[in-house]
């Protein structure tokens, strides 16, 4: 693992806006079809072509914000990390993998990965230009949204790697702190990569002060937070995430709890695993009122981890497995479903907002 190793045109605006509208007039042409989304497979032989029917969970008072129930339906995918070889990627896993997400059906809107894209070192810069290219194969590379993970960890490089990515975040960050927005939802990216005074992982303050305007500016809208080392980690890295530093990790939960997000996305230890953060994980003067689930999405590539040492808020896994997942956003509803490369079904459920 490695202890500390065109212009871009946001979702939702300008020619991408222009196409929806198109879109929606031919919809209503078509009504007399049918719906476009309905149910079966997507022809890849796993994921359903629409969210099936999962029984909700109860929905637990909002403490700021509720997204609207009518709002706009799109779909994305989340993937981490895929560093391997000597070239830096697990080129034929990472592959299968964006082959099975290239045929859902409908199409992501866009991708998440959750960091360690490669293994770094001296030719990191080199090893980022060849993900990219293995990516651009299967989806034009400026509708990926990476987070920096430990391997590529340095700021400046990963920044020029990504030119596309927003500059909108907290200052002296490059491009590795950002936002935006799509449909109903905002995605934060925050820089899990530096540590404090004792060499340990956190989110700092100047993040948190960022994110915080952040998550206030989108109180009627989903929330996904997306950071690479996890908050609570369950296994190989339990102690040596952001857990190493528990005053500031409940900081920073504190925040995620507050504005009632939709879920953490991370990566690092390479399974896939849910957890689930309630009251019961409060701390550090810190209490928490709320449900969160904390998904490591960690299984493009990287040598798989296997067993866990933590069991606590433990929903399903962790899962030995390659994967990928796919989310489904319809108005207060975000549906989550994970697949191996089997095309098996490792994890389903839905958050309300």
């Known amino acids: 693992m490695g202890r500390r190793t065109s212009r871009w045109v946001p979702p939702g605006s300008g020619a991408l806006r222009r196409s929806t509208a198109l879109l929606l007039a031919a919809a209503v042409l078509l009504a007399g079809c049918g719906p476009g989304r309905t149910g079966g497979t997507n022809g890849a032989g796993g994921p359903p072509a629409a969210p099936p029917s999962t029984p909700v ?6 403490t700021i914000g509720t ?13 981490g990390d895929s560093r391997g070889s000597s070239n830096g990627t697990n080129e034929a896993t990472l592959r299968a993998l964006l082959e099975k997400v290239k045929g859902l059906k409908p199409a992501p809107d866009f991708l998440l990965f959750t960091g360690d894209q490669v293994t770094g070192g001296y030719t990191v810069a080199k090893q980022l230009a060849n993900w990219k290219n293995i990516a651009d194969d299967y989806f034009p590379v400026t509708s990926i949204y990476p987070a920096l993970g430990n391997h590529e960890d340095d700021e ?3 920044s020029k790697a990504f030119p596309y990515l927003p500059q909108n975040g907290a200052e002296g960050y490059g491009r590795t702190v950002y936002s935006f927005d799509h449909g109903n939802a905002r995605f934060i990216t925050l820089n899990s990569n530096r540590t404090n005074e004792d060499d340990d992982y956190v989110i700092d303050d100047a993040q948190l ?13 989903h929330r996904f937070v997306q950071f690479h080392v996890p908050a609570y980690p369950v296994g190989a890295h339990l102690g040596s995430s952001l857990d190493a530093a528990p005053a500031s990790r409940d900081k920073l939960w504190a925040l995620l709890d507050r504005y009632r997000v939709t879920a953490v996305l991370v990566g690092h230890e390479h399974n896939y695993n849910r957890r ?5 994980f409060s701390g550090s003067g810190y209490t928490f009122r709320q449900e969160i689930y904390q998904l490591t999405i960690g299984g493009a590539g990287a ?13 399903v896994g962790p899962k030995a497995s390659y994967h990928y997942m796919v989310v489904d956003v319809d108005g207060s509803r975000a549906q989550f479903e ?15 907002r």
């Open 156 to 158: 400046k490089v990963f």
């Open 303 to 315: 040598p798989l981890y296997t067993g866990s040492k933590e069991n606590k808020g433990v929903v």
């Open 338 to 352: 994970a697949y191996d490369l089997q095309q098996n079904r490792i994890d389903s459920f839905a958050v309300e």
């Open 276 to 280: 689930k953060v309630d009251a019961s």
């Open 57 to 62: 969970e109860a929905p637990v008072e909002a």
């Open 209 to 221: 002060a960022w994110l915080e305007e952040q998550l206030k500016g989108a109180a009627d809208k």
């Open 67 to 79: 997204v609207p129930i009518a709002a706009g339906k799109f779909r994305f995918v989340v993937m």
